[in-house]
């Protein structure tokens, strides 16, 4: 019932910045907790920021504070992801998570691919 597409991703040089998009749909959709995780070859799929409806409910990893910023615009339905200062280390395929409110299922993006390298 709900879909998630991820968009953005790239390839960039370290320390450069991305933002990444997830859009929703369809529209109707009531969606309480938003995130966005990555994985990296050889490496589990990990949280990167999480956020609820209000963007005071914003969360990160202390890995992340600081360079990651998490915001999610509730009218047309879409989580952004700004990464800066970005470093090797952050190259993974990065995916959008939501949880649907009446059904409280959980659902996930296709992923993008992040690059980053020289």
């Not at 963007?55 to 360079?67: F, V």
């Not at 999610?72 to 395929?93: C, F, G, H, W």
Request: contains cysteine; proline residues 4%.
């Amino acid at each position: 019932q709900v879909r998630l597409v991820e968009s953005g991703g790239g390839l960039v040089q370290p320390g450069g910045s991305l933002r990444l998009s997830c859009t929703a749909s369809p529209t109707s959709v009531s969606l309480t907790k938003m995130a966005w995780y990555r994985q990296a070859p050889g490496y589990e799929r990990e949280l990167v920021a999480r956020i609820g409806t209000t963007a005071a409910s914003a969360n990160y990893p202390d890995s992340m504070k600081g360079r990651f910023t998490i915001s999610r615009d509730n009218a047309k339905k879409i989580l952004y992801l700004q990464m800066n200062s970005l470093k090797p280390e952050d190259t993974a395929v990065y995916y959008c998570y939501a949880k649907e409110s009446w059904s409280n299922f959980d659902f996930w993006g296709q992923g993008t691919q992040v690059t980053v390298s020289s």
